[in-house]
């Protein structure tokens, strides 16, 4: 069974910093590009960064550019995104989601993991 | 930066019902358009990607079509459990982008 799961997310003071996983099963994680996308409370998705297969190839949003960080471990089979300087901004939910054999859409998506940034 | 309009931004409607949802691009994606759905408290999920093409899976009531910069989601017969949120979103270039969604309801 094909599964995405994501960790990491909490409460966090504005400026501190948050490393969010995204373990993956089931599907060839190595074969695979992956994505984080975001979403804040009672609005829409947002694209955050994606990550070729190999993790040669790197893309962020704009406004992403300088504070996260995608990355992955193909033999753990995990990705990864560290945010640093996080601001009230950012509260979201988290998803990863994969990529797709052929076609560029978002085929699988993980539950989301929420960060809460508040004083 | 590609903008993603959706229309409406909510509409209700009865189970049988057709409806179709619009996308508009500020400029041609030449087809890069997915469509999604995504229930409250849960995680998006595809349903038509590269404009037209069903994702393995998804009931034949969804359909997708357009081209250029216009693409259109219809469901044909609603059924109980496609009253969601549907975004469009678009990969043809960075940044990727999504549409702020549609609701549809019960009517």
């Known amino acids: 069974e094909v599964e995405l799961v994501e960790s990491g997310g909490g409460p966090v003071k504005p400026g501190g910093s948050l490393r969010l996983s995204c373990s993956a099963s089931g599907f060839p994680f190595d074969s695979y590009s992956m994505n984080w996308v975001r979403q804040a409370p009672g609005k829409g998705l947002e694209w955050v960064s994606s990550i070729s297969s190999s993790g040669s190839h790197i893309l962020y949003a704009d406004s992403m550019q300088g504070r996260f960080t995608i990355s992955r471990d193909n033999v753990k089979n995990s990705l990864y995104l560290q945010i640093n300087s996080l601001r009230a901004e950012d509260t979201a939910v988290y998803y990863c989601?994969?990529?797709?054999?052929?076609?560029?859409?978002?085929?699988?998506w993980g539950q989301g993991t929420m960060v809460s940034v508040s004083s | 930066d590609i903008q993603m309009t959706q229309s409406p931004s909510s509409l209700s409607a009865s189970v049988g019902d057709r409806v179709i949802l619009t996308c508009r691009a500020s400029r041609n994606i030449n087809n890069y358009l997915n469509w999604y759905q995504q229930k409250p408290g849960t995680a998006p999920k595809l349903l038509i990607y590269a404009a037209t093409t069903l994702q393995s899976g998804v009931p034949s009531r969804f359909s997708g079509s357009g081209s250029g910069t216009d693409y259109t989601l219809t469901i044909s017969g609603l059924q109980p459990e496609d009253f969601a949120t549907y975004y469009c979103?678009?990969?043809?270039?960075?940044?990727?982008?999504f549409g702020q969604g549609t609701r549809l309801d019960i009517k």
């Open positions: 979103q678009h990969t043809y270039i960075t940044p990727i982008t």
């Open positions: 989601a994969s990529g797709s054999r052929g076609h560029d859409a978002f085929e699988m």
